[in-house]
């Protein structure tokens, strides 16, 4: 086992620095903790503060500052739940999913950049590990995620 987590180790320092040149123009607008929540819930669907604050591992006033400047930038948006007018229920705005979706496509133009060096039946192998390696993680797959995102975007 120890040789494999090297060997995602050392995967996981390619994804880290593909990340980072996305996010590089947001440096400015919002912090890496504001952009997971933004990413929490475009993947998750709304939920309110606690919810959040519970999938994010940080106590609730910390979400609420997040939050808060996310609603300030207008990337966020907060509204009453239907089935319970007392909870807020949080979702990235239109502004929010246009951000996320163009860090996504960063994000995709640079791995597929990647992926074109490695040969193709390696490629195929990498598909089935990748997917069951982010379901352990608990992530929600990417097709599911930009679904999420087209319908939002598609309200505008």
Same mark, same amino acid.
């Given at each position: /086992?120890?040789?494999? +987590?090297? =060997?995602? !180790?050392?995967?996981?320092? +390619?994804?880290?620095? +593909?990340?980072?040149?996305?996010?590089?123009?947001?440096?400015? @607008?919002?912090?890496?903790?504001?952009?997971? =929540?933004? @990413?929490?819930?475009?993947?998750?669907?709304?939920?309110? !503060?606690?919810?959040?604050?519970?999938? /994010?591992?940080?106590?609730?006033?910390?979400?609420?500052?997040?939050?808060?400047?996310?609603?300030?930038?207008?990337?966020?948006?907060?509204?009453?739940?239907?089935?319970?007018?007392?909870?807020?229920?949080? %979702?990235?705005? +239109?502004?929010?999913?246009? /951000?996320?979706?163009?860090?996504?496509?960063?994000?995709?133009?640079?791995?597929?950049? =990647?992926? %074109?060096? /490695?040969?193709?039946?390696?490629?195929?192998?990498?598909?089935?590990?990748?997917?069951?390696?982010?379901?352990?993680? $608990?992530?929600?797959?990417?097709?599911?995620?930009? $679904?999420?995102?087209?319908?939002?975007?598609?309200?505008?």
């Amino acid at each position: /086992m120890a040789e494999q +987590v090297e =060997v995602v !180790l050392d995967a996981s320092r +390619v994804l880290v620095a +593909v990340s980072s040149q996305s996010l590089a123009a947001l440096d400015e @607008v919002i912090s890496l903790t504001q952009f997971r =929540v933004l @990413v929490i819930l475009a993947s998750r669907g709304p939920m309110d !503060l606690n919810a959040l604050a519970q999938q /994010m591992g940080v106590h609730p006033s910390n979400a609420t500052r997040a939050c808060d400047k996310l609603v300030a930038l207008d990337l966020l948006h907060r509204s009453e739940d239907p089935a319970d007018r007392r909870r807020l229920l949080l %979702t990235p705005s +239109v502004s929010g999913q246009r /951000m996320l979706h163009s860090v996504s496509e960063h994000r995709r133009a640079a791995i597929h950049e =990647v992926l %074109t060096r /490695m040969p193709v039946r390696q490629r195929h192998h990498l598909r089935q590990v990748m997917r069951d390696f982010a379901a352990a993680g $608990g992530e929600t797959p990417s097709r599911e995620w930009a $679904g999420l995102l087209s319908r939002s975007t598609e309200l505008t």
